[in-house]
């Protein structure tokens, strides 16, 4: 069982940045990992993914914008956040997955993110 725990949400104007770090309990080497976004009344949405080999992958409405790092000696993922738009307003969650050989999804908890317009 990986405990994952996000940390640097916040208020901050439009335009703004926000870096957000999900840091994990134990190794996430071959683990997947994703930052998904929930807004009020709003399906939860994938808004990034590193695959285990290092590959980034974002939602249309991030690209440019945010970027998506990992660090698998520090079991940390981060999601640097540029040119904050007040849609991007939502609580963003961490998850950290395989498919293979035995399927393990792990979540955060959330981190609330607030841009004002």
């Known amino acids: 069982q990986v405990q994952l725990v996000e940390s640097g949400g916040g208020l901050v104007q439009a335009g703004g940045s926000l870096r957000l770090s999900c840091a994990a309990s134990?190794?996430?080497?071959?683990?997947?990992v994703g930052w998904y976004r929930q807004a009020p009344g709003k399906q939860r949405e994938l808004v990034a993914t590193?695959?285990?080999?290092?590959?980034?992958n974002y939602a249309d409405s991030v690209k440019g914008r945010f970027t998506i790092s990992r660090d698998d000696a520090k079991n940390t993922v981060c999601l640097q956040m540029n040119s904050l738009k007040p849609e991007d307003t939502a609580v963003y969650y961490c998850?950290?997955?395989?498919?293979?050989?035995?399927?393990?999804?792990?979540w955060g908890q959330g981190t609330q993110v607030t841009v004002s317009s």
């Open positions: 134990g190794s996430i080497f071959n683990l997947n």
């Open positions: 998850n950290a997955n395989r498919r293979f050989p035995i399927p393990i999804s792990y």
């Open positions: 590193i695959f285990s080999g290092g590959s980034p």
